[in-house]
């Protein structure tokens, strides 16, 4: 708490308070104990980010339940159908009224209503579903809700218990969506897992994304032990539910909530986890035994990355949803490229230093080593080293490729590196994909570029069916949003083009990465200490949400194939009717003028 004294123009003396909350919040108190202004600096401090869809509207909801409902008869099914197709009809007539009284004096209150109307807004999905409610989770422990139109907060929900994980070094707060708004009229969930400040059990907070409202209460609970690891069940219960297992320190497992623990129990034979001890640079694999009281871990394989040389700062995985359209690639020669879609890879990156009388260089040299790495048999599918190179090292983990960005001691400047799979021309696991019964090792292309701007992170763009193309998003040190084609960070990109690479339309090589003016996509507003990037599929396949943060929030929506599946704002509805119109009085007249002309040639 800071204080300012001063005199005021009566002589008397005044005071100011500037006061800081355990929550991180800053406010200024006057003399008259009114809050002057208050400043929520827990936003700089963003561990966490999820974006969740509004709930549909009334008449949509009516859908829902006419269309969700499997034990209603006939009867029943007509009246709510009845009833909603009236209320649209309700709905659009109240729509026209209003329009058509808005004309006549628009201009007199749009101006003054514009802050009340969006304050008292109804959070409803929109046509496209743009509009999103943005879930933050920040290391003070408190968890806000944004709307994603002007950045107004909605809720927020102090937990002063709930402290971050330390995870490669930084801290972490883990965010599960367990049930979105898809499954009505269940109530969408997630869950935050952090860690007691004083005795560093497990913590856990379930709530509704949309309000802020505690699922049970009271609100957070402790577990009671623990905790090592913490992963979403792919499997749904009855409730349209994902439940969260959780290994404590004595390798035993636990459910939340405990009623889907018959899911495990159930799937126990294709559930797998895996542990990395940076301490001792260790990778752990584990296995689920179910058992008649409890449910354990079973360890099954373990990877040495060798603690004296490297330290492990980061591990990537895959998008747990992610939608990969296309299996693979189309050649110049009308052959197929088909793509190594493991989804159990991740990314390992382990820094270290060593010491090289080779090189003329006075110290240890740094050199970094980045691992791909089945999550659930342990097996190492590539490995890259690169030496006299340092961090931090961003990825990006995406259907079969892979992005890492470093500082090159040797050449002085930031390059990207990119790594693609295959499997080759000839598919396997074309219906589903096992570790254990993995193809032969992919074939990996790699390539690597200059950057010649400093990026902190980077993250790629992410589409509802993943039929658009990639983009990639980078955070700048000047303050800058850059966007990136895919296709620029290609392996494949040829030093001479040949007939067949032009077929293809792949990009000539060149070692520089272009950054223009038009691919900054924040415009004249610098964003500065951008910590991370979260990107969102909207509904339209064009479109990908894009949310940047750290000390400033940056939120927007790119079209990484342009705008497709949207008619333009100028299109011309009146030249299209009127052509059809034509078409269709032309089809008329000439059918009537062909029936004619074959009565006549009958009677001749």
């Known amino acids: 708490m800071e204080t300012l004294l001063f005199k005021k123009r009566d002589l008397t003396i005044g005071f100011k308070m500037a006061i800081i909350s355990e929550d991180y919040s800053m406010q200024l108190v006057q003399k008259t104990d009114k809050i002057a202004w208050r400043r929520e ?21 009516k859908f829902e339940d006419e269309f969700g409902s499997h034990k209603d008869d006939v009867a029943t099914m007509f009246m709510k159908r009845f009833q909603t197709q009236f209320s649209q009809l309700k ?83 883990l965010l599960f969506v367990q049930r979105t708004t898809a499954h009505f009229p269940h109530p969408p969930q997630c869950a935050v897992i952090g860690k007691h400040k004083e005795n560093g059990h497990g913590l856990i ?64 034979s294709s559930l797998f986890m895996f542990l990395a001890d940076v301490e001792t640079g260790l990778i752990n694999g584990f296995r689920t035994l179910p058992s008649k009281g409890e449910l354990t871990a079973e360890k099954v394989w373990t990877v040495n990355l060798q603690k004296k040389q490297q ?17 693979g690639r189309v050649l110049g020669d009308r052959s197929v490229l088909y793509k190594y879609l493991n989804p159990n890879l991740v990314v390992i990156i382990a820094e270290g230093e060593m010491h090289d009388s080779t090189i003329s260089q006075k110290g240890p040299v740094n050199f970094f080593n980045v691992y791909l790495m089945d999550s ?31 500082f090159s001691q040797k050449s002085r400047r930031n390059e990207m590196a990119v790594l693609e799979l295959f499997e080759g021309k000839d598919q396997n696991n074309a219906t589903a994909f096992s570790s254990f019964s993995a193809p032969k090792q992919p074939l990996v292309l790699r390539q690597s570029y200059i950057m010649p701007l400093y990026t902190s992170t980077m993250a790629t763009t992410v589409t509802e069916k993943g039929i658009t193309s990639k983009q990639l998003i980078f955070a700048l040190e000047y303050g800058g949003l850059l966007s990136l084609p895919k296709a620029l960070l ?44 979260h990107t969102s599929p909207a509904g339209l396949e064009s479109t990908s949400l894009v949310l940047a943060y750290g000390i400033d929030l940056y939120f927007t929506r790119v079209t990484p194939s342009k705008m497709f599946d949207v008619l333009k704002e100028d299109f011309d509805y009146l030249f299209i009717s009127a052509v059809l119109i034509g078409m269709f009085l032309m089809t008329f007249v000439t059918q009537k003028l062909s029936a004619r002309k074959a009565l006549n040639r009958a009677w001749k």
């Not at 030093?495 to 070692?511: A, R």
């Open 311 to 327: 330290t492990i700062t980061n591990i990537v995985a895959k998008r747990p949803l992610e939608h990969v359209h296309s299996q």
């Open 376 to 406: 659930v048999t342990g097996h190492m599918v590539f490995q890259a080293s690169h030496k006299r190179a340092r961090g931090p090292v961003s990825v990006i983990h995406s259907e079969n490729w892979v992005i890492y960005s470093f």
């Open 41 to 61: 600096e827990s936003l700089a401090y963003i561990l966490s980010v999820e974006m969740f869809d509004l709930p549909v509207s009334e008449n949509q909801a």
């Open 91 to 173: 709905t659009f007539i109240m729509q026209q009224i209003q329009k058509l009284q808005g004309h006549r004096h628009h201009h007199h209150e749009t101006d003054i209503m514009a802050e009340e109307t969006d304050d008292d807004e109804e959070l409803m999905r929109d046509e496209f579903n743009l509009n999103k409610l943005i879930v933050l989770v920040t290391a003070s422990g408190k968890i806000f809700g944004l709307r994603s139109t002007k950045g107004h907060i909605e809720w927020e929900y102090f937990i002063p218990e709930l402290s971050p994980f330390t995870r490669y070094g930084k801290q972490k707060m």
């Open 205 to 268: 907070f379930a709530f509704n994304p949309i309000n802020g409202e505690p699922v049970q209460s009271p609100g957070a609970q402790t577990l009671g032990y623990k905790l090592l690891q913490a992963t979403l069940i792919g499997e749904m219960d009855d409730n349209f539910l994902r439940g969260v297992l959780l290994m404590d320190t004595d390798n035993k497992l636990h459910t939340y909530p405990p009623s889907c623990s018959y899911l495990v129990r159930d799937r126990a």
């Open 490 to 533: 290609d392996p494949r990109r040829p030093m001479i083009p040949s007939q067949e690479t032009m077929e293809e339309g792949t990009v000539p090589y060149i070692p520089e990465l272009p950054v223009h003016a038009e691919a900054i996509i924040n415009y004249n507003q610098s964003l500065y200490n951008i910590k991370g990037i």
